[in-house]
């Protein structure tokens, strides 16, 4: 089955730092590479996905970019703000789409 | 629109008793799934079900049933928990047909098993 490796496990920066969290994949197969981010007691929320056939996808400070030939993709935040302080985990699901995997997850820490 | 409600939110059991973690979605998604979220460990797919009648199994899926009699409703069974189980058990429902859609999760129960 599919194997989603993420990294770093945590990450401090600085308000107005940008911040990159990184996965791998282990499925060529895998088509669909959402990215979901989870504050403190609440439940996992997408904020950005992208498709095999698309290299990059940007939404205001956050983009996402992938390499399929690598099986890898990164999520990239501009201009960290505090509230982008969260778990933020990074997935990817099966050609027959039955199947999201998550990566381990990331604590972001923006310190003002 | 209530999305996916799952209830409890909180439970606390002791080692060898059963219990049913219910969810239930209102958007006529057809997929929907069970996670279970450990420090450290992220989010670990238990049972997943593409329809009505049908259900398969997850990456963790020892220790728990499911069913899904109807569309809206997927229940999670603990026959006899351990302390092992102690975790965030989140529901999530999705699209199927369209495939790569967002799943979008129900708000978490924490089990504590004693």
């Known amino acids: 089955g599919e194997n989603v490796e993420q990294h770093p496990s945590t990450l401090s920066v600085q308000e107005g730092d940008s911040a990159v969290i990184k996965c791998t994949y282990s499925?060529?197969?895998?088509?669909?590479f959402p990215w979901y981010k989870q504050e403190l007691g609440k439940r996992p929320q997408l904020i950005i996905d992208i498709r095999s056939n698309v290299g990059e996808k940007k939404d205001q400070r956050i983009a996402v970019t992938l390499n399929k030939t690598a099986k890898h993709f990164s999520l990239h935040i501009t201009e960290t703000q505090p509230e982008d302080s969260a778990v933020y985990f990074c997935a990817a699901i099966n050609n027959a789409g039955n199947m999201l995997t998550f990566g381990g997850g990331t604590r972001l820490m923006v310190k003002p | 629109n209530a999305g996916v409600t799952q209830t409890p939110k909180f439970q606390v059991l002791k080692t060898g008793q059963s219990m049913t973690l219910q969810c239930a979605q209102d958007?006529?998604?057809?997929?929907m799934s069970w996670y279970r979220q450990d420090p450290g460990m992220g989010l670990r797919l238990i049972h997943y079900s593409v329809g009505a009648g049908i259900t398969d199994q997850g990456e963790v899926p020892n220790g728990y049933n499911v069913s899904r009699s109807t569309t809206e409703d997927f229940p999670l069974r603990l026959l006899s928990a351990a302390p092992s189980q102690t975790s965030v058990y989140f529901c999530?429902?999705?699209?199927?047909?369209?495939?790569?859609?967002?799943?979008?999760f129900g708000q978490g129960t924490r089990l504590t098993v004693v």
């Open positions: 999530a429902s999705k699209l199927y047909r369209a495939l790569n859609t967002e799943a979008f």
């Open positions: 499925d060529s197969a895998s088509n669909y």
């Open positions: 958007m006529n998604h057809e997929y």
